[in-house]
């Protein structure tokens, strides 16, 4: 079964630009949840999808939104980028049921760079 | 809230010590309890889980075991190598999708 792949794996930006990242889960998994990685704040949740429907949310700005498609393939976008920003973001997929937890399974991540 | 806390690195050993990574966490529930591993410019691997206290969670000579009464999963192995240098984490669940992860603690293995 193939795993959990994003796209791109690495992005260069600008301040004030927007970007867009991907994740396909691995296939028959219905959860998506997305994760900022950085040296200082270390692994910390942005938020949690469900059939296209956002279940969980973690204590981020409203500049950080996500999306999930009808295929569970699932974007999250950032806009007007700052410099705190660059990170290795990662998704995460898992066989998640309402009401219970599940091992989550993680892709590659994408490496943001905020110029 | 819920949170974790693991020991902080870095670590060394050479080849063939034995290893513990301690790992405490704080949850208002019953979490399962996972360890991941992460090496360089990868994303997170998981390495062993356990779902309910006194549960042993174990693969590639790790082991861990869910203690409530010490609220502890602490990591274990018998003889590291030098392929088991990377970085790894402890976290918890207990909410749908949020996985509350530790600061990490990076062990290299030296030959």
């Known amino acids: 079964k193939a795993g959990v792949t994003q796209t791109p794996r690495y992005l260069i930006k600008t301040r004030g630009q927007q970007v867009t990242l991907s994740c396909s889960p691995i296939s028959g998994h219905r959860s998506v949840s997305w994760y900022q990685q950085t040296p200082g704040q270390g692994l910390q949740f942005l938020f949690e999808?469900?059939?296209?429907?956002?279940?969980n949310k973690g204590n981020f700005p409203g500049r950080f939104s996500g999306r999930q498609f009808s295929n569970s393939r699932s974007e999250m976008n950032v806009s007007t980028l700052e410099l705190g920003d660059s990170a290795l973001y990662l998704c995460?997929?898992?066989?998640?049921?309402?009401?219970?937890?599940?091992?989550?399974?993680f892709g590659p991540g994408t490496r943001l760079t905020v110029l | 809230g819920n949170s974790v806390t693991q020991m902080e690195g870095p670590v060394t050993l050479s080849e063939e010590a034995f290893l513990t990574i301690n790992c405490t966490y704080t949850?208002?529930?019953?979490?399962?309890l996972f360890w991941y591993v992460q090496y360089p410019g990868e994303g997170l691997q998981l390495l062993l889980k356990a779902t309910k206290a006194d549960d042993k969670g174990s693969n590639k000579g790790f082991e861990a075991t869910y203690r409530k009464e010490t609220t502890s999963f602490h990591l274990e192995k018998g003889s590291v190598q030098v392929s088991d240098s990377a970085v790894y984490f402890c976290?918890?669940?207990?909410?749908?999708?949020?996985?509350?992860f530790g600061a990490g603690t990076r062990l290299t293995v030296k030959p």
């Open positions: 976290a918890l669940s207990e909410e749908v999708g949020d996985m509350r």
């Open positions: 995460a997929s898992s066989s998640h049921i309402a009401g219970s937890t599940d091992t989550q399974y």
């Open positions: 949850a208002t529930g019953y979490p399962s």
């Open positions: 999808y469900f059939s296209e429907t956002q279940r």
